[in-house]
């Protein structure tokens, strides 16, 4: 495709969703979303180089085409690609800025999350050594099913950023987005930042690195976006007093979530991914070495989406 074409093609003048610098000086009118500030900060932790990665809800690819310019093994892009009102695709999008790009990002689409597992063993991968599962969550209507079906995608040993939108309440709480009261789009559940780390745990995902941005107060409720990277580990994570989540020890689990993950699947004897931490403050659960999501939080800043512009698109130079 030559810059000519690339500068007059008409899916330039359609919605995007994100930034991508095509051409020199040539940005597509995505309007830079500021959950990519936590995204992205979670992920110059990890050292990607020669890793097999996939980014969930890839949208326009800025995720996707990041990991491949940072030496990903594979770069794995997945977004369902449902929006029957529009009559151009996020495909259509995608594929056109890979093409302009001169990307080799691998590209799933048209299919629920559910399937890629299967589709990713067609291209000869499975499980994935690192997962970007950023802004999808609180789309879905069984937010718990998802974070199941992601698990499933990354490795024993691997690392999978979880970015959401969240309420920065210490409650045991799933709060219904009533009326849009959050958001006013196809967006069904907020967790609390206490539920979304006990769902992670309780599917082997050890936390160990987090951030946020402060968005607005609803009900009397912090809405925040919030980033977690965590580690993919053999087992539940509990801490000392919970002995409900032992129970997976006895098996009592497993029916009600054996067509979402399969623990067998995602064993691997390979090395860890590499993770350099943000240097944030991590606070624990008392008398464990468990990461405490809601008291890491409040007990450091958050992000500011306008001091990191940058961090909302992806130019040709970033890497």
């Not at 020199?24 to 936590?38: A, K, S």
């Not at 590209?107 to 063993?121: E, G, I, N, R, Y």
């Not at 607005?216 to 509990?238: N, Q």
């Not at 000392?240 to 064993?267: H, I, S, T, Y």
Request: with cysteine.
């Amino acid at each position: 495709m030559t810059p000519t074409e690339i500068a007059e093609h008409p899916l330039l003048s359609t919605n995007w969703y994100h930034k991508l610098e095509l051409l020199p000086g040539l940005v597509t009118n995505g309007p830079g979303f500021d959950n990519l500030v936590v995204t992205r900060a979670m992920l110059n932790g990890i050292d990607v180089a020669g890793q097999n990665c996939l980014d969930i809800g890839a949208m326009d690819g800025l995720v996707a085409y990041l990991l491949e310019r940072r030496g990903a093994g594979r770069s794995v892009a997945y977004d369902r690609n449902s929006r029957p009102l529009n009559p151009i695709s996020n495909g259509d999008r995608f594929r056109f800025a890979r093409e302009a790009l001169g990307s080799n990002v691998e590209f799933l689409w048209d299919m629920p999350l559910k399937h890629v597992w299967a589709a990713s063993a067609e291209i000869g991968l499975r499980t994935y050594d690192v997962v970007v599962f950023a802004g999808v969550l609180y789309h879905m209507f069984d937010p718990l099913a998802g974070l199941a079906v992601a698990r499933n995608l990354v490795r024993d040993g691997g690392l999978i950023v979880v970015e959401t939108g969240a309420t920065l309440d210490a409650s045991a709480s799933m709060h219904a987005n009533v009326g849009g009261r959050f958001y006013p789009a196809d967006d069904y559940w907020l967790p609390s930042v206490r539920t979304l780390e006990y769902w992670m745990r309780f599917l082997h995902l050890e936390p160990i690195d987090a951030t946020f941005l402060h968005h607005r107060v609803v009900d009397g409720l912090p809405v925040i976006r919030v980033a977690v990277t965590c580690r993919a580990v053999e087992s539940f994570r509990a801490t000392p007093d919970d002995d409900w989540m032992r129970r997976q020890n006895l098996g009592a689990f497993v029916p009600d979530f054996q067509e979402c993950l399969n623990w067998d699947e995602v064993k691997s004897d390979k090395p860890p991914v590499p993770y350099q931490h943000s240097g944030r403050h991590i606070a624990r659960h008392p008398g464990s070495d468990v990461l405490d999501l809601f008291s890491t939080l409040t007990s450091s800043p958050a992000m500011l989406a306008a001091e990191h512009p940058e961090l909302m698109q992806l130019l040709l130079a970033d890497r």
